[in-house]
């Protein structure tokens, strides 16, 4: 049996076990490849919202990601909810230092229930330090609207902000979620190799929205990268993945649905 491909999850931990490196761990298994993690906070949470959060110490961080890239050298790397400036900057210095490939940075700001997950002391050192090492940024509008320092009338369209963000230095930027009509989504793709815009239009699903997706998006591209995909091919095939897991979610608490089950063709065990 050939070894599978290795990727790290530089995020938060959810209690309830839909967003974070918990839903990062299960795309992956899903996605055919070996999730390892770098947990950088704690959360007391539900499907309502973040009750509370403390975040890991810079140094223990720093020596997570040591330890995964020092004997395991993932092929491909996601950080999700950094918590703080200093995280920003530990994680950014260590990838740096160990040449991390193919970096997905989903710029997890504020929780889908509204509550700050980074200040803007963090926000800053996110374009500074994060974004250049970055292969592929997966914001969603209001994201990429604050790396942009935009807002109200200000605020770019998803082709604009897609192309803005790439001049930041990520290869990538998907503006993901889009508004396509009544039956679809889109996600704005540009690529700074090409200078190309592409939308990736898929159905838009029944039901209230689905806690964690955008981490469940974001692993799934790290996932695609390392397994050899190049960028577009890799958004390309997680959108894919990530629709059919978001249609398997439930309502299995009194807030935000979970994604409860594998994509399908996966079997249970």
């Known amino acids: 049996m050939s070894a599978p491909a290795l990727v790290c999850s530089v995020a938060g931990s959810d209690s309830s076990a839909g967003a974070g490196i918990q839903a990062d761990l299960r795309t992956f298994a899903v996605c055919g490849v070996y999730g390892t993690t770098v947990v950088t906070a704690v959360t007391a949470q539900d499907t309502a919202g973040v009750r509370a959060l403390e975040a890991v110490s810079p140094e223990l961080v720093a020596a997570q990601i040591d330890a995964v890239a020092g004997d395991l050298g993932p092929l491909a790397w996601k950080t999700g909810m950094l918590a703080t400036a200093q995280l920003v900057e530990v994680v950014a210095e260590r990838l740096r230092h160990h040449r991390a490939r193919n970096l997905v940075v989903d710029p997890v700001l504020v929780s889908s229930a509204g509550q700050r997950l980074l200040d803007e002391a963090?926000?800053?050192?996110?374009?500074?330090?994060?974004?250049?090492?970055?292969?592929?940024i997966t914001p969603n509008l209001d994201e990429a609207a604050a790396l942009l320092g935009a807002a109200g009338a200000d605020r770019p369209s998803a082709r604009e902000a897609a192309r803005l963000l790439t001049e930041l230095g990520p290869r990538m930027a998907v503006v993901t979620g889009g508004d396509g009509g009544r039956d679809t989504m889109v996600d704005t793709v540009h690529d700074a190799a090409t200078d190309r815009t592409v939308e990736l239009r898929h159905l838009r699903l029944p039901g209230e929205p689905v806690h964690g997706s955008g981490c469940v998006h974001s692993a799934a591209v790290a996932a695609h990268l390392g397994r050899g995909l190049e960028p577009l091919e890799a958004v390309t095939a997680a959108a894919e993945i990530v629709q059919d897991m978001l249609a398997g979610a439930q309502a299995l608490g009194r807030g935000q649905r979970l994604i409860w089950r594998p994509a399908s063709g996966m079997d249970l065990l």
Do not use: F, Q
């Not at 963090?122 to 592929?136: Q, S």
């Open 122 to 136: 963090g926000v800053e050192r996110l374009r500074r330090d994060l974004l250049p090492l970055a292969t592929v």
